[in-house]
C-alpha cells in the first residue's frame, strides 16, 4: 500500500489485525481489508517476482460512506414578516447531495437544493416542518426535519349574530386564529363579562370562544363584542343576540362587524331587520 509492504509471500510485515492473506497459489495471491475505513482508500501495487520478467498490478481502492447529517438548525419561532436561515450540514462520500423540502399539503417538491435555505419575509403559510434530506447512493438518503413556527395576531375570521326566542338556550360563537393562540374576552356594550356568571357560560378553546346562555330572557338580548388578543396584537368582532320570533319581523342572520385591532379596519357585519308586509296590507295603503 503505497511504499508500505503489507504481504511478502506467507509473511506479514505490516501490524495491522485487519489485512489477511487469503490465498497464495501459484495462480492467485490475495489479501483482504476487513472493516474498511475511509485511510485504506489509495492505490495498492501487486509485484510478482520471476527470473525473467517481474510484473507488478495496480489497482486503486474507492472507499464509499453512506450519509450522514452532522449538522441541522434547531426548531425556530420566529414572528411573520421575520426571515429565517436554516443549515443543513452532511458527510459521506461521494460527497451527498442536499436538498430541503417543506412538510405542507401546499407544498409541491424541493424548495432547496443546497445545504442553506433562505426565506425572507415568512409568512404563516410557511410555518410547519422543514425537512432535510442526505442523499449519496450509497444507501438510503438520512433525513431529519426543522419546526418553524410564525407567530402572528389573531385574526377573526367567523362571528355571527344569532337570533333566540325567549327562554330558550342560545349561543354566540367567535372564532379566531394565532400563533401563540389568542385569549379570549366577552363584553356585552363596554361591560366584561366573567366566568361563572349566572345563566352564562364562557368557554374558550385553542381557536374559538363559545358565548352559552341557558335561559334567553329579554336583558339578555343586545350588542356582544368578543375580543381575541395574544402578544402581538388584538382584534373584535361584534354581534347581536337578538329575539327570534314567528311574527311579522324577520332579521337577516348575517355576520356580525368585526374590528381588527392590528390596523384599525372594520369588516362589514351587522344585523338587519327586515319587515315583511301581508300583500294585503299593502294593497290597502294603495
Request: aromatic residues 8%; charged residues 20%; negative net charge.
Amino acid at each position: 500500500n503505497r511504499s508500505s509492504i503489507l504481504y511478502a509471500g506467507n509473511d506479514k510485515w505490516c501490524l495491522d489485525p485487519r489485512v489477511v492473506l487469503l490465498a497464495n497459489t501459484k495462480t492467485q495471491y490475495s489479501i483482504q481489508i476487513q472493516d474498511v475505513d475511509v485511510y485504506d482508500e489509495g492505490p495498492y501495487t501487486c509485484s510478482v517476482q520471476t527470473d525473467n520478467h517481474p510484473k507488478t498490478s495496480r489497482v486503486h481502492l474507492i472507499v464509499q460512506v453512506s450519509p450522514k447529517i452532522t449538522e441541522i438548525s434547531s426548531d425556530i419561532s420566529i414572528n411573520e414578516g421575520g426571515n429565517v436561515s436554516l443549515t443543513c450540514i452532511a458527510t459521506g462520500r461521494p460527497d451527498p447531495t442536499i436538498t430541503w423540502r417543506h412538510i405542507s399539503p401546499k407544498a409541491v417538491g424541493f424548495i432547496s437544493e443546497d445545504e442553506y435555505l433562505e426565506i425572507t419575509g415568512i409568512t404563516r403559510e410557511q410555518s410547519g416542518e422543514y425537512e432535510c434530506s442526505a442523499s449519496n447512493d450509497v444507501a438510503a438518503p438520512v433525513v431529519q426535519r426543522v419546526k418553524v413556527t410564525v407567530n402572528y395576531p389573531p385574526y377573526i375570521s367567523d362571528a355571527k349574530s344569532t337570533g333566540v326566542p325567549v327562554g330558550q338556550k342560545g349561543i354566540l360563537l367567535c372564532e379566531a386564529s394565532a400563533v401563540p393562540s389568542a385569549d379570549f374576552q366577552w363584553y356585552k356594550d363596554d361591560k366584561r363579562l366573567a366566568e361563572g356568571q349566572k345563566g352564562l357560560k364562557v368557554e374558550n378553546k385553542a381557536f374559538f370562544s363559545r358565548l352559552t346562555f341557558f335561559n334567553v330572557s329579554e336583558q339578555d338580548y343586545g350588542n356582544y363584542t368578543c375580543v381575541a388578543s395574544n402578544q402581538l396584537g388584538n382584534t373584535n368582532a361584534s354581534m347581536i343576540l337578538y329575539e327570534e320570533t314567528t311574527t311579522a319581523l324577520t332579521p337577516w342572520k348575517g355576520p356580525g362587524a368585526v374590528h381588527d385591532g392590528n390596523n384599525g379596519a372594520w369588516r362589514r357585519g351587522g344585523c338587519v331587520w327586515l319587515l315583511a308586509l301581508p300583500l294585503t296590507q299593502l294593497a290597502r295603503q294603495f
